[in-house]
C-alpha cells in the first residue's frame, strides 16, 4: 500500500508524540471505588476532632463533565486521607511532576489544602498518617488571615524537611485552580498556577538545605583607619562667645511684692522667674557629609569550607504514597484531578482534558450564583425595610407645635 508523504508525516509525529509521553505514575480522579483506594487515617479519632472526606462536586461545576473530587467536612477538625502508589517510584534521573486540583468552595480563613508525598518507609505509619508521619515533599496552598496565603514547598532530606525561602501567592478565590510541582534532576525546581509557571529555582540556592556557598571571613578584621562616621562636627563651626553665659530663665520684671508680704515672717521677696527670650537653648556644632566615610565595615565572603554540592539532593527513591493531612476552620475544599508524572507535559495534557474543559462553564455557574445570591439579598433587604413600623411622628408633632408659636409671637 503506498502512503502519501503527508501522512506519513503524521504518522511520524504521532510516533513522536508517543515516544515522548511521560510514565504516568499515579492518577485518580475519584470516580467509582475511590474509597477502596483512599484510605481514612485513624489520626485524631480518638479525641473525636477528625473529619472525613467525602465525594462532592460542589454547589457550581463545569457541567456533566465534570464529576466532582472529594469533599472536607465538617468544620474545625483534622483531616488525614491516603493512597498508595502501584509500586514505589525512583526519581532518579527523572522529572518528578506532583499536580492535583482544589477548589476552596467554602472561602477558606484558615486552612491547608496541600498534598504530601510519601516515602515506602513510612508504610508502617500511614495506618495512623498525620502531622507527625515522616513525609518527602509536601505542596500546595495554605491559607489563613491575612498574614498567610502562600503556596508550600517544602522538601525532605536526611529526616529534615526545608521549607522554601520565597514567597509564592495561592490563590484565595472560591473556583477550582491546578496545583504543579516539576523537580528536575539537575535540582532546580518549577511551580506552575493553572499551568502557567508562577515560580522556578533551585534546592541549592532557595532552600537551606546545605550550608552557604559563602560566609563572612571569621578571620578578617576592620583596618584601624576605616571610618564609618557618616557626619562630623563642621570644624568651621565655632561656639558664640558669650553662648553659656545667657541664662535660660530670668526674674520677671513686671512682677510686684505682694502688698501683704511681710519680710520679717516671709523672707525677702524675690520675683518669679521667666523664660530667657534670648536663650538659645545648648549649643550644638553643625554636622557636615564626612568626607573619610567608607561606609559601614563588612567582613568580606570567602568559599564556605563546610559547603559541598550534592547533585543527588532531588533524588527520592522510594515515593510510595499519597497524603492529605490538614486542619481546616471552615471546612468544604474540593479535591481533585491527581496525578504523578515524570513529565510536565504528560500532567499538562491531564489537567487541560479536566480543569481546562470545565474552567470557564464553572467561573459562569460561580457567577450566576453569585448574582442570584445578590438579588435575593437585596429584596430580602427591601421586604424587611417595607415591613418595619412607621417612625413615631411625635417629635415632629412637636416640632411643628413649637414652629405655629414662633410664627404667632
Request: aromatic letters at 10%; proline letters at 7%.
Amino acid at each position: 500500500m503506498k502512503v502519501s508523504s503527508t501522512a506519513a508525516l503524521l504518522l511520524f509525529a504521532s510516533a513522536l508524540v508517543c515516544a515522548s509521553a511521560g510514565n504516568v505514575l499515579y492518577k485518580e480522579q475519584f470516580g467509582d471505588g475511590w474509597e477502596s483506594r483512599w484510605l481514612h487515617s485513624s489520626w485524631k479519632e480518638a479525641d473525636g476532632t477528625a473529619g472525613k472526606f467525602t465525594k462532592a462536586a460542589g454547589k457550581w461545576t463545569g457541567g456533566d463533565s465534570d464529576n466532582g473530587g472529594i469533599q472536607t467536612g465538617p468544620d474545625s477538625k483534622f483531616f488525614a486521607l491516603y493512597s498508595e502508589l502501584a509500586k514505589p517510584f525512583d526519581n532518579k534521573g527523572k522529572d518528578l511532576v506532583l499536580q492535583y486540583s482544589v477548589k476552596h468552595e467554602q472561602d477558606l480563613d484558615c486552612g491547608g489544602g496541600y498534598i504530601k508525598l510519601l516515602p515506602a518507609s513510612s508504610a508502617d505509619k500511614m495506618k495512623s498518617f498525620g502531622g507527625e508521619t515522616p513525609y518527602s515533599i509536601m505542596f500546595g496552598p495554605d491559607i489563613c488571615g491575612y498574614s498567610t496565603k502562600k503556596v508550600h514547598v517544602i522538601f525532605t532530606h536526611k529526616e529534615k524537611n526545608y521549607l522554601i525561602k520565597k514567597d509564592i501567592p495561592a490563590k484565595t478565590d472560591q473556583l477550582t485552580h491546578v496545583y504543579t510541582l516539576v523537580l528536575k534532576p539537575d535540582n532546580t525546581f518549577k511551580v506552575y498556577i493553572d499551568l502557567e509557571e508562577v515560580s522556578t529555582g533551585s534546592l541549592d540556592e532557595d532552600f537551606d538545605i546545605l550550608p552557604p556557598k559563602k560566609i563572612k571571613d571569621p578571620k578578617a578584621t576592620k583596618p584601624e583607619d576605616w571610618d564609618e562616621r557618616a557626619k562630623i562636627p563642621d570644624p568651621e563651626d565655632i561656639k558664640p562667645a558669650g553662648w553659656d553665659d545667657i541664662p535660660a530663665t530670668i526674674p520677671d520684671k513686671e512682677a510686684t511684692k505682694p502688698e501683704d508680704w511681710d519680710e520679717e515672717e516671709d523672707g525677702t521677696w524675690e520675683p518669679p522667674t521667666i523664660a530667657n527670650p534670648e536663650y538659645k537653648g545648648e549649643w550644638k556644632q553643625k554636622q557636615i557629609d564626612n568626607p573619610a566615610y567608607k561606609g559601614i565595615w563588612v567582613a568580606p565572603d570567602i568559599d564556605n569550607p563546610e559547603y559541598k554540592p550534592d547533585p543527588t539532593l532531588y533524588h527520592y527513591k522510594d515515593s510510595k504514597y499519597l497524603g492529605f493531612e490538614l486542619w481546616q476552620v471552615k471546612s468544604g475544599s474540593i479535591f481533585d484531578n491527581i496525578i504523578v508524572s515524570d513529565d510536565f507535559a504528560t500532567a499538562k495534557a491531564f489537567a487541560e482534558e479536566t480543569w481546562g474543559k470545565t474552567k470557564d462553564a464553572e467561573k459562569a455557574a460561580f457567577d450566576k450564583i453569585k448574582e442570584e445570591e445578590k438579588a435575593a439579598k437585596e429584596a430580602e433587604d427591601k421586604a424587611n425595610a417595607d415591613a418595619a413600623p412607621p417612625e413615631d411622628d411625635a417629635d415632629d408633632d412637636e416640632d411643628d407645635d413649637e414652629e405655629a408659636a414662633h410664627d404667632e409671637l
